[in-house]
């Protein structure tokens, strides 16, 4: 059974880095069953799609908004999808999800998945000085 586990979150200052970790168990990343997308929650808002990266030959899409501060990545030796996040401000906290992704839509800049599968609990972002 394949499992994702998201990792790397912690407490960073605004303008920081930091890099997120989505390990795949149970399968081999690359035959997983569709690409891998990124995506986040805070308390009181709608969860935000970010990026997703195609494993067959590593294309990556982006949400406008996070083009140039969010780089979506892949390790398959290391069963490993990463999301590399810089120039960190407040509106960037929130709990970040990595999960197989169905559906991918790209409308008015905005990346909207639907049918997630496999994704784990998550990991806290908090971005505070």
């Known amino acids: 059974q394949l499992r994702l586990v998201e990792s790397g979150g912690d407490l960073v200052q605004p303008g920081g880095s930091l890099r997120l970790s989505c390990t795949c168990s149970?399968?081999?990343?690359?035959?997983?069953?569709?690409?891998i997308g990124w995506f986040r929650q805070a308390p009181g808002k709608n969860r935000e799609d970010i990026a997703l990266?195609?494993?067959?030959?590593?294309?990556?899409s982006y949400a406008d908004s996070m083009k140039g501060r969010f780089t979506v990545s892949a390790d398959g030796t290391r069963n490993t999808v990463f999301l590399d996040m810089s120039d960190l401000s407040p509106a960037d906290t929130a709990v970040y999800f990595c999960?197989?992704?169905?559906?991918?839509?790209?409308?008015?800049?905005?990346?909207?998945?639907?049918?997630?599968?496999?994704g784990g609990q998550g990991t806290q972002v908090t971005v505070s000085s």
């Open positions: 149970g399968e081999a990343l690359d035959f997983a069953p569709g690409p």
């Open positions: 999960a197989v992704v169905q559906h991918v839509s790209y409308l008015g800049g905005e990346l909207t998945f639907r049918g997630l599968d496999y």
């Open positions: 990266i195609n494993l067959s030959d590593r294309s990556t």
